[in-house]
């Protein structure tokens, strides 16, 4: 959980209000303590980190999913989440035209 909250440039604050988890409850998380949040609680930071629980538990999806996220996805997808409707057509776009430059099938 550490690593993907530095990834993500999350403040622990901001993860706490996004996730609906409490700050203390976070901290003691990511302290050396070893306190393992329960099922939902870890569920809850799992998605607003933009992963898996599975993701955020193991370090890697279950290789027999289909739809694996690479960080660059999650980034990506974390970006776009941020931008206006308007913004975020213009990034689709620009991604469309990455991948046909590429001969890319979308």
């Given amino acids: 959980m550490k690593d993907e909250l530095a990834y ?14 409490n700050l203390h409850s ?7 303590r070893g306190q393992l ?4 609680a870890g569920v809850k930071i799992a998605r607003a980190l933009g992963v898996s629980a599975e993701f955020l538990v193991l370090g890697q999806e279950n290789a027999g999913e289909e739809s694996k996220a690479s960080g660059e996805v999650r980034a990506i997808t974390r970006i776009a989440k941020q ?11 620009m991604i469309k035209l990455l991948a046909e430059s590429a001969d890319m099938k979308l």
């Fill in 26 to 32: 976070l901290s003691n998380y990511l302290s050396n």
């Fill in 8 to 21: 993500s440039g999350m403040l622990v604050k901001e993860l706490s209000v996004l996730s609906g988890v």
């Fill in 83 to 93: 931008l206006d409707g308007k913004k975020r057509r213009f990034a689709l776009n």
């Fill in 37 to 40: 949040p329960s099922i939902e």
